[in-house]
């Protein structure tokens, strides 16, 4: 490890070197910091959640005092599903925004009352928006800025109608759960295409539900909704773009690597060695580090070791595209020396 980075590119070079396949020296960083920004900032989650301009500032301060290479513009995982009518409210104590209500979608009637996506003036849609633009004009040619376009469409589906009952209708009305994933897939696409629009580095999206369907009902259900959406972004946008799954995904990651995205996100319980043979070269990796047993509650030395044998491994397998992250979304309670040594400098050789 080597704690003083090379400044003579920028990190937002860096990691775009990395995507690419290109010589790079370092390994880089870009934890999936997210409210975290906020208590690092002293911003309270209230006006992380509603205010563009926190949110932006959370961000803006975050990268100031820890300077990872990557930073992230995200917030909840009801962003998209409270744009199209969901209700959402604060749930708890220091919780972020989640489901509120009764399921939005029941029946057929309900997927026609959804209208069409409007990124720029729909739920908070609008703020993220703007949060994004303000943190790509501050810090955006220094850092890569990553836009998450909160969830793809089949785990939207389940925030919109519950996920046991996704699943009943999945398998005795196929065609009602095709429609509600092509509605999901065109909202996704909007509110990609319009953080593209405001010059996002990388667009990253989530399916977490999609990971404990087991492999045969995600290649008949999530998989495609999520080639969709690639496909369509990719006719929109040249940012780099990502999918997210929670969990253990071993047995799914050759399938993750037919959806189109140019980086796979991975959760610490994910085998790095097994990504590392399965996922095809030309697809980087972005992960792994357990951010709640290593990065909240180890010491800095364990940390280092963890940091250390990713590195290695890395170099066993000749993977050149990979940054350095927690495996999810840090905790409020992540340490600080862990995190900063999660951004310093990794030699890649």
Known sequence: MNGNRNYARSSRDLVYRTLHGEPHQHIPSGPLAVHYCAKAAGISLHDYTFNASMLAQS???????????????????????????????????GLPMSGSGQ?????????????????EKQGRLPVMLEALHLVKNAIGRDAFVVGCFDQSPFSLACALMGIEQA?????????????LLEVCA???????????????????????????????????????????????????????????????????????????????????KTDLEEACRLVPDHIALWGDLDPVALLEQSEAGRVKT????????????????????????????????????????????
């Not at 699943?167 to 429609?179: E, L, S, V």
């Not at 909007?190 to 667009?203: E, K, P, T």
């Not at 990651?253 to 140019?262: E, N, P």
């Open 59 to 93: 961000v803006i301060r975050y990268y100031d005092k820890f300077r990872p290479d990557a930073v992230w513009i995200s917030n909840d995982t009801w962003i998209t599903a409270e744009a199209m009518g969901a209700a959402v409210a604060f749930t708890g104590e």
């Open 103 to 119: 399921p939005l979608i029941n029946g057929y009637a309900d997927i026609d009352k959804i209208p069409p996506p409007a990124p």
């Open 167 to 179: 699943m009943t209708r999945a398998a005795t009305d196929w065609p009602f759960i095709d429609r």
């Open 186 to 268: 065109d909202y996704c696409m909007a509110y990609g295409a319009a953080m593209a629009d405001r010059g996002v580095d990388m667009l990253s999206t989530g399916d977490s539900p999609a990971g404990l369907i087991g492999a045969d009902l995600y290649r008949q259900i999530a998989l495609p909704a999520e080639q969709k959406v690639f496909r369509g972004l990719k006719d929109q946008t040249d940012a780099f773009l990502s999918l997210h799954i929670c969990g253990n995904v071993d047995h799914i990651l050759k399938d993750m690597s037919r959806a189109g995205a140019d980086v796979l996100e991975l959760d610490a």
């Open 306 to 349: 963890e940091i250390e044998r990713i590195a290695a491994i890395l170099r066993h397998h000749q993977r050149d595209r990979f940054v350095l992250s927690s495996g999810c979304t840090l905790t409020i309670g992540t340490k600080e020396e862990n995190l900063r040594l999660l951004c310093q400098s990794v030699d890649c050789k």
